[in-house]
């Protein structure tokens, strides 16, 4: 149920607090999570916080209560991966399968490959760069391009 409510900017503050290891303040979510100002942070925690996802400590810092599936998604350890990439996998697999196959029928003059094993190696091309690109689209949903470790150059940068 609560699944149903992770999206967009919520979804991000989420995954950022799945992956941190300690306790975190606003600010570093607002950071972190690639958001606009520590209000639009505070709006996303408070959304978590009443649907049970995370809760605060006696310091004011926001902790995870509970890892909940995501629909299209797997949980890697604290990494939240595409189910599509693991079918882009599949089909990788496969496209190599179909590839040595040909280039056994290169060495081996008794080995035919048809016209069809043809067309279905480039169908599974296609198929695998599709769910790859669908999965990699999926995957930087999640992970907004301002990250901790860009604001923490960022900030060594200015400090020179």
Do not use: C
Not at 47 to 73: A, C, D, P, R, T
């Amino acid at each position: 149920m609560a699944s149903n409510e992770l999206a967009g900017n919520t979804l991000n503050v989420y995954v950022y607090i799945v992956r941190s290891d300690e306790p975190v303040g606003t600010r570093d979510v607002t950071r972190g999570a690639g958001l606009s100002s520590t209000s639009v942070a505070y709006r996303h925690l408070l959304k978590l916080e009443n649907l049970g996802l995370i809760e605060k400590n006696s310091y004011g810092n926001y902790l995870l209560k509970q890892k909940v599936n995501i629909n299209g998604y797997v949980w890697v350890g604290k990494n939240l991966v595409p189910r599509l990439m693991f079918y882009s996998f599949f089909f990788i697999g496969a496209f190599a399968a179909e590839v040595s196959v040909i280039l056994l029928s290169l060495v081996i003059k008794s080995l035919v490959v048809e016209a069809s094993f043809l067309f279905l190696t480039v169908m599974t091309l296609a198929v695998m760069i599709l769910f790859m690109f669908e999965g990699l689209a999926m995957h930087h949903k999640i992970n907004p391009k301002h990250t901790e470790q860009n604001y923490k150059d960022t900030e060594q940068i200015s400090s020179i």
